[in-house]
């Protein structure tokens, strides 16, 4: 019964619509109007100590309206650490990323969209996704009315790998005076 749960295992990972192959570049956006909500990501060493990764996104509610602007926002470097937030109060609808063979990493950018003049409130950090280097990480976004707005990711040199902390907000469902960076 162990063979066929890492059969199974196996074959899950391998059916989840994963937007890169090891070591490849990728470029994903969600639909216009939708912002990411999961991100999930399995890890091989043999492949060059990457990840595949998948990507989820659904719609806003209603009361945000329609995004007025998009654009990728910052660029990380790979084998560092980097904390990237939407500029321009925006939340995160799709990501970007190359492979380095050089250091086993990657670049990182966010595909930031920007609702009118609404503001991100009540904002928190996830713990770390995944938990240790090296194992599957998986953030779903966990209730409604959290977007995310950016992450802060560390870079381990030893296990050539990354752990995300994912950064959520609320958004206010007014639209506020200023505009923050």
Same mark, same amino acid.
């Given at each position: 019964?162990?063979l066929a749960t890492v059969a199974a295992q196996s074959h899950d990972h391998h059916d989840m619509?994963?937007?890169?192959?090891?070591?490849?570049?990728?470029?994903?956006?969600?639909?216009?109007?939708?912002?990411?909500?999961?991100?999930?990501?399995?890890?091989?060493?043999?492949?060059?100590?990457?990840?595949?990764?998948s990507f989820e996104c659904q719609p806003t509610p209603e009361g945000l309206g329609e995004p007025?602007?998009?654009?990728?926002?910052?660029? /990380?470097?790979?084998?560092?650490?980097?904390?990237?937030?939407? $500029?321009?109060? @925006?939340?995160?609808?799709?990501? !970007?990323? *190359? #492979?380095?063979?050089?250091?086993?990493?990657?670049?990182?950018?966010?595909?930031?969209?920007?609702?009118?003049?609404?503001?991100?409130?009540?904002?928190?950090?996830?713990?770390?996704v995944p938990e240790n280097y090296r194992e599957e990480g998986e953030l779903v976004v966990p /209730?409604?009315?959290?977007?995310?707005?950016?992450?802060?990711? $560390?870079?381990? @040199?030893?296990?050539?790998?990354? !752990?995300? *902390? #994912?950064?959520?907000?609320?958004?206010?469902?007014?639209?506020?005076?200023?505009?923050?960076?």
């Open positions: 019964s162990l619509g994963w937007v890169n192959g090891y070591r490849q570049g990728f470029n994903f956006q969600c639909p216009h109007g939708e912002v990411l909500v999961a991100v999930r990501s399995y890890y091989s060493e043999q492949d060059g100590s990457d990840r595949l990764w007025s602007d998009c654009w990728w926002d910052d660029i /990380s470097r790979a084998g560092m650490e980097w904390t990237s937030s939407c $500029t321009r109060n @925006g939340l995160v609808a799709g990501v !970007q990323s *190359k #492979y380095f063979e050089s250091v086993l990493d990657r670049e990182w950018q966010f595909y930031c969209c920007y609702y009118k003049r609404r503001c991100p409130y009540s904002c928190m950090k996830t713990s770390d /209730s409604y009315g959290y977007f995310i707005r950016g992450a802060q990711t $560390t870079f381990s @040199g030893v296990l050539r790998d990354r !752990q995300w *902390k #994912y950064i959520l907000c609320r958004m206010t469902d007014f639209d506020c005076e200023f505009e923050n960076a």
